[in-house]
DNA sequence: GTGAAAGCGCTAACAA
DNA sequence: TTGTTAGCGCTTTCAC
């Protein structure tokens, strides 16, 4: 007897009104046991009566599962991640999960706390789209929290990881600019320590150097994936001379930079200068930029790694899996033919 | 005596490891109470060499407080929800909460199911920015549950609410392009049913009237904040005839969807057509876009609503508030005089 | 300053 | 089929 003025209803409640024991509401409840049509009458009754919701903090601590995911971003505001989150949420609420969202700007530390929070706050498993992984994924190896790492790896975790093949997109896309004459090309990498970013490097230097392009060491540098340090940087990079006749960008945001950087200082995309990106944020494909890049398929991206996650919280103990999507490059308005001065200084 | 091959060591392991009690241990955690020095000595060493979490669940279960708020929007895909989230969650971690995200499309029944979802998961409170509000929300008006609302209201609710002038915003718009020159000014509208669509579309409607312009019904649409309706809707506001020297798009996605629409047909813009948004989304900056339009503060609208949620959570009882922030109306490149033309078949 | 005991709301044996 | 009991991990009186 428990009930005067009290928030909500419990599940005692619900018994008593239903007469029957609060074991027998808990069976209805799960659409589990063996209740007899009555009962479960009677009980169906008197949830609605009471207006009855189940207290999700009890029953998890109770069987030791949250049915939560945890979400740790660098940043919402980057379409890129926000395409995941939008397939990671589908993708959990489908399979039954609720999804706790952090952020974690681009440092080790922070990422640390967003997950130790997560942890502590009882979620299933973890999606890990940050950096920082190499050094601050280790503790959990320990713990048994499930987690799987998303367009990042970490060459020390061992665990899920859902990406693709960073390497040979950036490849097609140097192979491409090779195509239309471009043989000065400028790389703007996004952050050193991120797989991503280093893969794509790579695979930028293997396609320079199988096609015998060389590369100004004025030519490369690093934007951390900010718009702004892009823009800055091309505008330093269009001082150089020669010059760059195309700038490949190592991520959306970086591209989109660059491009303001070149028109801040009068150079035209693409007449007299090709840039590419890589990710294929949907603002890529709008009419005032069509932005030739690297598309990724970021929405299944953030699906499957929710899926991956499931089967781990489900007990599956396979050496971990690596799924590399497909991704396509699209080439739009912003690369065109080398100029001809381009050109004539390789001939 | 608990411990042997457990998951997680518990606050009772600590206990036992400093040969003190649990309450002692809870004590220390808390930071709270006297505790002698030589205890919390001891207590944190253990807590330390054990490894120990805290459960919040546990916590919360107990306490009746789980340090959690709720975020349902639309769609983290949509960069003005995006920029409200990152202000809500960094908002949220300062004020020591944990944030619990839904998407909820626009529907009335998708918008009730997250919400009864998070109050199942005993958030302490709601952050609301979806439609379907005038009917969804009555049902938590009863349970102890605060929420606030963000950039949309709804009649019914008596909650606090986070926004913008949404109606003298969309005069200024207006008046400017009536300034430029412009007679036959079309309006995109968004969600007839969203307060902010409505709102805007009044002030709209107030100007037009104020400046004495009329307005073709053909001028006049919505395109549910869809990039691709919005395009098909200027496809055909174009047919007509006189046809349009300007559209106001309620929301940037839409004017964007409009540009497209435009240049699908042959429409320069701005020569031939002006274009305005409204929210400031981050692309609109961009070089290659340069959207007029009109600029919300939307990253401090999503930290405010916390803050104001975070009062309320605390036991705060004054009436419903409304917070109006500032605005800015950005004049960019999608706007030009009118073209001649246009101007003659008015004088 | 510290510990024993009760209980938050629920589920899972086990008995009946 | 149903109810009784114990307890998930924690906090919180209330004695001592």
Redesign the interface.
Known sequence: MSGHAR??PTIKDVAERAQVSPATVSSVLRANKNVSDISRQKVLEAIEAL?Y??????Q??RT?R?R?VG?IIP???N?FY??I??GA??QA?ESGY??????ACESETALRQAA??L????VDGLLLTSVGLDYAITPWQ???VPYVLVNRYAKTAVADYVGIDNRSGAQEVVRFLHGLGHRRIAFIGGLPHSSASRDRLEGFYAAMQELDLTLSPLHIGFADLQYDKAMKLVQSMLQTEPRPSAVFAADDMMA?GA??GA??VGVRVPQDLSIVGFDGI??TA????Q?STVVQPRYELGRLAVSLLHERIQGLTSPARVRLLPYQFMARRTTAAAPIDSVRSIN
């Open positions: 928030q909500h207006g919701r189940p207290n999700r903090l009890a998890a601590l030791q949250s939560t979400l940043d919402i505001t379409p926000a395409d989150a939008q949420t589908d609420r609720g999804l706790f969202l952090m952020t130790e929070e942890v502590q706050r009882q320990l713990d048994k989109l491009w303001e028109q801040s949907w603002s709008w009419a005032g930029i932005l």
